[in-house]
């Protein structure tokens, strides 16, 4: 195989991952008017479906812009030798392979995040802002933006070195010291995120005593469920959109309501989400998915590790002395193919979770406040009702509204 004609795999994959995503974008968008099926006849007023509606076609007909950019700029940087220059930049920074790699994804970083921040704008204080759901400041977005770039210097940059460093000494078999590190990562985050990362974006804070505090407490007594550590965080900060999670293990474990979730739902609904989450932990779907994410990635890091070292992977991008960044780059273009069906597989047994969440909550506490929570939630999202099967299959962790609510009147 020569360099040219990897090139134009490169090319097709890109091209035809586009064309399907916008076919199930545009398929996706005939059924905006769909009749409101019966058994969710109760969520809309007339007026607030036909506010759903234009908030679903203003996002579709926005993504499709930024989607068409996005493309059309990544295959200009392709055709005109873009990784070829911002090589040769690096490389006149320094001779190291490390740091060379360092500025490399620098400039591509935040070259990428400057022509993509215009949108991210729009989105916010425009569509979102026009459907009455921005809370953020333009203070909030511009130290939302710094502390990103941060994060992703310091902890992005921190991985990337270490894992050329392992290739430099270890070779081919660098992706058994690579995954060690990613695997402990990983665990470290799913431990500790709540705790170390979420406080430079957003406030937590205890969920004080009272009702809800007792009636959540009283729930986990009754399904053999210590659960001492259950915080509010200020989501209103940013959006109107509610939600609510789980994360930790054993005495890290711990639960997190939005403020906007308490606002919008009465105490049994709130028990009735955390009743979920809790089914999540007992079903032992958090392990499930670190362990798979785990895996996943030893396999994708066993498959770069054997394709890496090749210069073809260099030369197809225009690039004529081989390096581990570029390799990266062209694997993972050429590698997302096999990323999508991986992705497929996880959203089912995601979505497949969810109904073993909801069922656990309908059988240790209640169904009715789950249905009337999801449909408040869905509500005051302006979600979509009525999407289409083959966009769900393909883009959706969760079941549709429909599937979780006759799955909870079984």
């Not at 994959?13 to 769909?34: C, G, P, Q, T, Y």
């Not at 941060?150 to 050329?164: E, F, K, R």
Request: glycine share 6%.
């Amino acid at each position: 195989m020569t360099a040219t004609t990897l090139f134009y795999i490169i090319i097709s994959i890109l091209i035809i991952s586009f064309i399907l995503d916008k076919i199930l974008d545009a398929l996706n968008s005939k059924h905006f008017n769909d009749p409101v099926p019966e058994e969710l006849q109760d969520v809309y007023e007339d007026a607030e479906y036909k506010k759903s509606q234009t908030y679903k076609k203003t996002n579709y007909k926005f993504g499709l812009l930024t989607s068409t950019f996005s493309i059309v700029l990544t295959l200009g940087f392709l055709f005109l030798d873009g990784f070829e220059y911002v090589d040769n930049i690096a490389r006149s920074y320094s001779e190291n392979p490390i740091l060379t790699a360092l500025i490399f994804f620098g400039i591509i970083m935040i070259g990428s995040d400057v022509l993509t921040t215009p949108f991210s704008y729009y989105q916010t204080f425009v569509i979102e802002e026009q459907f009455g759901f921005n809370k953020t400041t333009k203070k909030t977005f511009v130290l939302d933006k710094i502390k990103g770039w941060l994060m992703l210097a310091i902890v992005g940059g921190g991985i990337l070195a270490l894992i050329i460093w392992f290739y430099q000494f270890a070779g081919d078999n660098f992706w058994l010291y690579a995954w060690a590190l990613v695997t402990v990562f990983t665990v470290f985050m799913n431990m500790f995120y709540a705790k170390l990362i979420v406080p430079l974006f957003n406030k937590q804070t205890p969920l004080e005593e009272g009702d809800l505090r007792n009636k959540i407490s009283n729930y986990a007594k009754t399904v053999g469920f210590k659960l001492d550590k259950i915080f509010v965080i200020d989501g209103s900060k940013r959006s109107t959109k509610a939600n609510a999670y789980f994360s930790g293990f054993g005495s890290e474990k711990r639960v997190t309501l939005y403020d906007t979730l308490i606002n919008d739902l009465e105490d049994e609904e709130i028990v009735a989400v955390l009743a979920h989450e809790v089914g999540h932990y007992k079903k032992k779907h958090i392990i499930f998915n670190l362990i798979a994410s785990v895996l996943l990635t030893g396999l994708t890091l066993y498959i770069l590790s054997i394709f890496i070292s090749n210069p073809l992977l260099s030369n197809a991008l225009g690039v004529d002395i081989p390096s581990f960044h570029i390799g990266l780059i062209a694997f993972g273009l050429l590698y997302a193919p096999i990323s999508e069906i991986t992705s497929l597989i996880m959203n089912w047994f995601s979505r497949t979770f969810e109904y073993q969440a909801d069922n656990y909550a309908k059988n240790t506490y209640k169904a009715e406040p789950l249905i009337s929570s999801l449909k408040k939630l869905s509500k005051n999202s302006l979600s979509n009702l009525t999407p289409h099967k083959g966009y769900v299959f393909m883009h959706y962790s969760h079941p549709t509204l429909l599937e979780r609510v006759k799955n909870l009147k079984l």
